[in-house]
């Protein structure tokens, strides 16, 4: 497994912009992927985005366009750009790695960050 470490959480006003960033314990150009995902109170977990190590991306429909998924594989850290932040963006956002090595697959996730809150006033 990965350790993955996030940063970058905070409070922002509605259309203002922040930057999440997970450091990884990995050489995060050689595992499967990277991803991004969200929990709202009473809400399920879901999927913001995801980054593959051919630099396939995946989004989330209610963040496309706002939000941009990218990786420093020289520092082993993954961000989360985060523009245009809505009120219905506040969640705990969490980092989430797949280790597998293998030949490039379907994004399965078995590390996990701590999360770090965002929240977005009106």
């Known amino acids: 497994q990965v350790q993955l470490v996030e940063s970058g959480g905070g409070l922002v006003p509605a259309g203002g912009s922040l930057r999440l960033s997970c450091t990884t314990s990995v050489n995060i150009s050689v595992i499967n992927a990277e991803g991004w995902y969200r929990q709202a109170p009473g809400n399920q977990r879901e999927l913001v985005a995801s980054?593959?190590?051919?630099?396939?991306?995946i989004y989330a429909d209610s963040v496309k366009g706002r939000f941009t998924i990218s990786r420093d594989n020289a520092k082993n850290t993954v961000y989360l750009q985060m523009n245009n932040l809505k009120p219905e963006d506040t969640a705990v956002y969490y980092c989430?790695?797949?280790?597998?090595?293998?030949?490039?697959?379907?994004?399965?996730?078995?590390?996990w960050g701590q999360g770090t809150q965002v929240t977005v006033s009106s």
């Open positions: 980054l593959n190590r051919h630099g396939r991306t």
């Open positions: 989430a790695a797949d280790s597998w090595l293998g030949p490039v697959r379907n994004f399965e996730f078995d590390s």
